[in-house]
Each structure stands twice: as structure tokens, then as C-alpha cells.
């Protein structure tokens, strides 16, 4: 059969199957490359997501933290010293001021802890108004505030100045509850790996910090 004659009678069976197995081969490779992009999309938007509760997260901590201002919530059952600090591996208790939007503002003892929850563990926080050195009942009281959730780990430590005034040793019990830490380090894990180390300051340990003759 003459050329002419093969393009007369319109395609043959081979080249029909040929044309149909490079359209599947392209629906295959275009549906390959849609689901890739959908990926790194959702890898790219769960990243995202991942770094702004990590930031969320300690900006709030940061402020928290770093506003102890030592004053006294209770007294040491034992010696009968005020505290003002107390700090253990999964749960610290200070005094900071509370901001009027997350509730009524003035003085408020904060706790922070550690918890089990469905998926991990979750920190929380709790607040409770301070007056006179005791923590007050208050009927309008909210309940613990989860901070983050599905948690692998969190981890809390404390140091304060050596008696060569250079900083001593992270300490996961901080052993002087009527003084404030120098600084707090907070530790956190999740599905994902490690965040990174929170180290954080407090400005008012200069006034009710450790003295140096019991300093680490």
C-alpha cells in the first residue's frame, strides 16, 4: 500500500494505541506533578503553621516569665520564708502582672505546668489574683489554659549567678523559693523534633535574686 493510500484510510491500530499510551503516560505524569505541588504546598503550609505557634508560643512564655517580679504568693510550710519562686522540671509558680485582655489585671500568680492529654502532653497555664501574699478564690476564676498540645516533651530549668558571679548550672529544682532564678530555660518537643531553646531573663532577679554567699 502506497503512502498516499495509508493516510487515506486514516490511522492504523499501532499508531492508535501509540497516541492513547503518550496520553495516558501525560494524564499519569501532569496527575504526578499536581499531587507533588499539592505536597509541598501542604509541607510548606505545615511549616508554616509549625513556626508561628513555636513563636506564639515563647513570645508568650518570654513575657510571662521574664515579668516575675518576686512578689511573695504563700509561705514555705518548712522554714516560713515567703515564696516567690518555685520551679520544679515540669511546673513553676511566680508572680506577674496580668495584662487586662487575658483578664483583670494587677498582680497574679502564675503556674505553669505539665500535663497529659489525648495526643502527649500539654503545657498550661493557670492565673489567680494575688492580695496581701496569698493567692485570692475568685468565683469568676477560668480554668487552666492549654498553651500547646500534642507535646512530645517539656522541660523547665533554673540558674542563677555562682558565688564567681558567673553563671552556675541549669538546676531542674530551683532550691531558693523566696528568690528569683536569674534565668529560666524552656525546653519543648513535639511530633515534629526539638524547638529551639528558650533562655529566658529576669530583669527584677537583680533585687530579689539569690545572695552570693548561697549562690551554686
Not at 48 to 65: D, G, K, P, Q, T
Not at 69 to 97: H, K, N, P, W
Not at 200 to 213: F, K, M, N, R, T
Amino acid at each position: 500500500m502506497s503512502q498516499a493510500r495509508r493516510r487515506a484510510s486514516g490511522f492504523t491500530l499501532i499508531e492508535v494505541l501509540l497516541a492513547t499510551m503518550l496520553l495516558a503516560a501525560g494524564l499519569v505524569l501532569a496527575f504526578a506533578t499536581v499531587r507533588a505541588a499539592a505536597a509541598t504546598v501542604q509541607r510548606g503550609e505545615a511549616m508554616a503553621a509549625r513556626n508561628e505557634r513555636m513563636r506564639a508560643v515563647s513570645e508568650f512564655l518570654r513575657r510571662r516569665i521574664g515579668g516575675a517580679q518576686g512578689i511573695a504568693f504563700g509561705l514555705d510550710d518548712d522554714s516560713g520564708a515567703s515564696l516567690r519562686f518555685t520551679g520544679e522540671a515540669r511546673r513553676m509558680r511566680f508572680v506577674a502582672d496580668l495584662p487586662d485582655y487575658l483578664g483583670r489585671g494587677g498582680p497574679h500568680l502564675h503556674e505553669l505546668g505539665v500535663v497529659r492529654d489525648g495526643s502527649g502532653q500539654s503545657l498550661q497555664v493557670d492565673f489567680r489574683m494575688v492580695l496581701a501574699g496569698e493567692p485570692i478564690a475568685d468565683t469568676r476564676a477560668r480554668p487552666p489554659e492549654p498553651l500547646a498540645g500534642g507535646l512530645r516533651g517539656v522541660e523547665f530549668a533554673y540558674r542563677t549567678l555562682g558565688k564567681r558571679g558567673v553563671p552556675g548550672p541549669w538546676l531542674y529544682q530551683w532550691e531558693h523559693p523566696d528568690a528569683l532564678p536569674m534565668q529560666v530555660r524552656v525546653r519543648i518537643a513535639d511530633a515534629q523534633g526539638a524547638w529551639p531553646d528558650l533562655v529566658v531573663s529576669l530583669p527584677l532577679a537583680a533585687s530579689y535574686g539569690v545572695a552570693p554567699e548561697d549562690a551554686p
